[in-house]
Structures are given as structure tokens and as C-alpha cells.
């Protein structure tokens, strides 16, 4: 069964609307024009409900009575927050999806979309990375507890799917930045608390600290294009297998490269140091997008230097309230 074949406009329900990506899909979907006529969203942040527990979950499903949800909610942060609570990590996020899910199970949700992310992938295995090799051995050390709570949502809507007929799926995004996204030194990812970290260098005329060698390869991917392929799959994409949201292998790059193009665009000529006391987290999880460019061969990704400096000029502009 497909979108197309609920009868009425749909009514979606974002969980973690409040977030990076939540704020992303609001913004095509509110402002870009994708809304479609009749249709409803709703973006939901953890004051409306904490998905961690079962009964305020179904209280806010009742109040709004979605046909479709897009699983946003998670407990989130970057490699350091993960190395220090693991634990919180596989507990918050194993209760937040099986709630959501099941919630939407038993109210009839014709199709709920989840995030997963790249970072789950098997740490020992070989490159590129695809959709079919999530489960091949167990993720990185640094974050097993996140990675083992998200590869349970593919399990979950896979049971769905069997014994149900569920057309529940997730998305794989890798390394996603943007406006309203965690910008603390100590807990965000890493594109977001360098910029925050370079504003303060050059504010305070001092050397900017990045953790780890530089060394380790990424693909960032900006917030509005997850948005606007988030949307895409709500839309019309109807495998239950989930499918890598990225930018090519062509465009993966060092650490130390992202936070050149973060100092171009906050102008800042101090000194860089490169701290190689701190861990480096996984050095790489190449991911294919090829499944996403059969689909969408003409779809265009932001470059990451444009997506780079929109970031670090809504960062400053916003800086007394973005999150830090
Ligand atoms: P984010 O900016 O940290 O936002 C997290 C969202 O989840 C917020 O809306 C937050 O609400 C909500 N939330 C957290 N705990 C909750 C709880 N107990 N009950 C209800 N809501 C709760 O994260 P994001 O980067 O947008 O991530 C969205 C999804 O994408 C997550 O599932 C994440 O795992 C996945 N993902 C992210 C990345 C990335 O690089 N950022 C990459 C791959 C996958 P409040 O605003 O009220 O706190
Ligand atoms: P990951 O991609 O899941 O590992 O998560 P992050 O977005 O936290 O990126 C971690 C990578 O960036 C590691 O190679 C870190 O050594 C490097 N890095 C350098 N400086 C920082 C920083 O200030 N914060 C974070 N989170 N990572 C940093």
C-alpha cells in the first residue's frame, strides 16, 4: 500500500520536529511550498510528550491521530557524549522507538519513516558501506549503545512488515548539519561545536582546539537537502528496507578539511591544533548512495562548503539563542 492510497490528505506527525532535521522538514514543508493541500503537520518537540515513556506517547498520538509519522526523536550528540553514555544512549532510544512504533502500530498509522545513520554500520567491514550490510558485525565501540538502539528499528519494522504488512521504513542519513543544531563544544557533532568553538577562538583571540588527528573521513550532508528528501520518502518511496541518505563517496572529506572551510567562512586566521590525546572515533564509514540516485538520478546536494558558511552566518546571527 502506498501514500497515494489513504483515503484523504495526510495528517503527519513529526516526532523531534523541534530538532536539526525536524526544523529542516518544517521549513520545506511550511515555507518551501511542499505542503500539499488539505494535508497536516505536526512537529513535536519533547514538551509535547516524552516518547521515553509509553503513556504520554499514546496521549499525544491520541491528540493528534496521525496517518503518518516521520520518527525524528532520539536521544542525539556527538562522538564524545556517546563515548560517555552508552547506556543512556541504547536505554532512551530503545524505549523511544519501540513506543513510537508500536503506538503507531496499534492506532493503524498507514506508514511511519524513522531515522537511522551511518554511524551504525559495522566498524570492521569493507568500503563502500550499503543498505544491505548494516547488521554485518557489530558498530564501533565509541557508540554501540545508539547503534545497536537504531538497527533495532530496522529489525522492528521488518516484524511489522511480517507480521502486520506494515510498510514502516527508515532512512540511513550520514553526518547531518545545519541551522538549529546542537552547537555545544562538548556534546555536539563535530561540524557545529567547531563552529562554535572557532566563533569563540576569534572572538577571543586564541587558538582553536579540534579533538582527535583531522584525519577521519566523513560525508556531511546539509540539513534542508535531508529535508527535502525526507519528504520524498514519505511521499513515494515504498520499500520497507531503509535507504542511505548521502552525498557520494566522491565527496566524503578529512576532519581537517571541514574545519578549513569552517574558519574561511568564520574568517579565522589564528592558530588550528590538532589535540591527538582525544580519540578519534571511527575512522571512516564510506557509505554508497547509489540506491538514492536510482531513485532520484537529478537530485542536487548543497555543496558542503555553501552549506558550510549558510550554517556559520545563521550560527552568529542567532548566536544568543541557537543551542550551545
Ligand atoms: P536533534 O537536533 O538533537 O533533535 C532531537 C529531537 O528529538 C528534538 O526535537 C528533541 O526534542 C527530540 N527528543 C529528544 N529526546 C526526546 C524524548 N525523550 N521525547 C520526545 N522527544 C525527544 O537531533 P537531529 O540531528 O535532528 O536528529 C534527528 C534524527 O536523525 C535522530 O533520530 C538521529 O538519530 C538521526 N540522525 C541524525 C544525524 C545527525 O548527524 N544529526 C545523522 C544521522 C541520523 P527537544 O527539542 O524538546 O529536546
Ligand atoms: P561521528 O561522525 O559519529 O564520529 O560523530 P562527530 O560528528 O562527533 O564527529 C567526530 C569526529 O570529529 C572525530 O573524528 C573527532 O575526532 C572529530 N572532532 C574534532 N573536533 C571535534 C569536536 O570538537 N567535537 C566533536 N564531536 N568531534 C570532533
Known sequence: MTSQSVSGPMRVLVTGGSGLIGKAIEQVVMKDGEKREGEQWIFLSSKDA????LEQTRAVFEKHRPTHVIHLAAKVG???????????????????????????????????????????????TTYPIDETMI???PPHESNYGY????????????????????RYTAV???????????????????LTAIMNKTYKAKRDNTTLNVWGSGKPLRQF???MD?????????????????????????????????VEMIAEALEFKGQIHYD?????????KTANNAKLTRYLPDFTFTPLREGIKLTCDWFVKNYDHART
Not at 172 to 190: A, L, Q, S
Not at 276 to 284: C, E, I, N, Y
Open 221 to 223: 550532508i546539509f540539513s
Open 50 to 53: 516524552n516518547l521515553v515513556d
Open 172 to 190: 540511513i542519513p550520514t553526518n547531518v548539519f545545519g541551522p538549529h543544531d546542537n552547537f555545544n563544544e562538548d556534546e555536539g557533532h563535530v
Open 147 to 166: 547503534s545497536h538502539a537504531k538497527r533495532m528499528i530496522d529489525v522492528q519494522n521488518r516484524a511489522y512488515f511480517g507480521q502486520y504488512g506494515h
Open 226 to 258: 535531508i529535508g527535502r528528501l525526507m519528504v520524498w520518502v514519505l511521499r513515494e518511496y515504498d520499500e520497507v528496507n531503509p535507504i542511505i541518505l548521502s552525498v557520494g563517496e566522491e565527496d566524503e572529506v578529512s576532519i581537517q578539511e571541514a
Open 78 to 124: 556527538g562522538l564524545y557524549l556517546h563515548m560517555r553514555e552508552n547506556l543512556y544512549f541504547l536505554r532512551d532510544n530503545l524505549r523511544i522507538n519501540d513506543n513510537v512504533l508500536q503506538t503507531a502500530h496499534e492506532m493503524g498509522v498507514t506508514k511511519v519513516v524513522s531515522c537511522l545513520s551511518s554511524c551504525i554500520f559495522p566498524d570492521k
Open 276 to 284: 591527538t590525546s582525544m580519540s578519534d572515533g571511527q575512522l571512516k
Open 135 to 137: 547488521h554485518n558485525g
